[in-house]
DNA sequence: GGCAAATAATTAGTACACTAATGATTGTGA
DNA sequence: TCACAATCATTAGTGTACTAATTATTTGCC
């Protein structure tokens, strides 16, 4: 190895070794934050399995919690979902019975999703589930809370433009 | 608001505040997590569309471009993925003409997957891909690097137990 | 007032990504 | 050696997640 450069191995800085950096798997960003995600969401599932929710379904009870009812649209905005993912999405909670969907009284086009007192009730449960997540991940929450504010730098850099 | 603390606003900490801030979309790391993949990954979509290739096909060719042939099981330990995942995506590369997938002669369970020339040469392309991902994120290197490196904490985090 | 453009949600189609079950091959111990 | 467990890949089934096309309603403009 290394039969074109008069440097150390540890310092290979041919072409071809260049290249190789570029495009090796461990050095993407894109892999690490797939691998990342689906890992930590992974964590979720066991925890939310006794509740009926997939991750997808508990971040929209989160903004559910948050605001109650909103519209389809508006949900759409705060999850960073397509119309399209968050509509079947929307009708297992319903048939869950977390949830109500009807048509709004001002705007016959929008949707009104709105918690139901099941769905309501369904937050005291949820308080637990944070702390499970962040046990089981055996970080700190200044690790963690640093590792947020920088996903939250690339989600603004992604919006920009 | 704030009619239980004699605090001021910005100091909320009764208990239903306390518990507001546990279940914030905002304030979750999942979430955080999930929608910068997301987001990251679309910027992908338009620059692998032209090369037919989709994120996590782009991220098996990664894979193979550092060493070719490789077992599905091989494949999916280095990209954190289930073989039922791989195998329909597997497939798809070989109606593309980028891989050929055939029994291993040692061991007729296993499935060498190989680059075909086609899928070599894509390489080439697949250069230039990376520059093209910094410059619209518009985030510095060491920026990246250490995003990468606090992401990969995570993933060992995961893995761990 | 009426019609074109814009907006809201849904549907269709494709592609991950997971769990569980299946089929085929290999390795192992009595 | 031969039953039996372990391993590898695939299939089936469910649930995101996207784009493009469709339907229904509302808004804007003359």
Sequence with gaps: MNARSALPDTADTTAAAASDDLLALENQVCFALAVAARGVIGI?????????LTHPQYLVMLAL?????????????????EPATLSP??????????????????????????????????????????????????????????LRDRLTEVIEAVQHD
């Design 89 to 146: 999405l929307l009708k297992r909670l319903e048939a869950q019975g977390y949830l109500t969907r009807e048509r709004s009284a001002r705007d016959e086009r929008a949707l009104d999703v709105a918690l139901t007192p099941a769905g309501q009730a369904l937050r005291e449960q949820a308080l637990t589930i944070p702390p499970q997540v962040v046990d089981r991940l055996g970080m700190s929450l200044d690790e963690l809370g640093s």
């Design 65 to 81: 919690w948050q605001r109650s009812p909103r519209t389809v649209r508006d949900l759409g905005e705060a999850l960073q979902l």
């Design 44 to 52: 979720y599932r066991p925890i939310l399995e006794p509740l009926g």
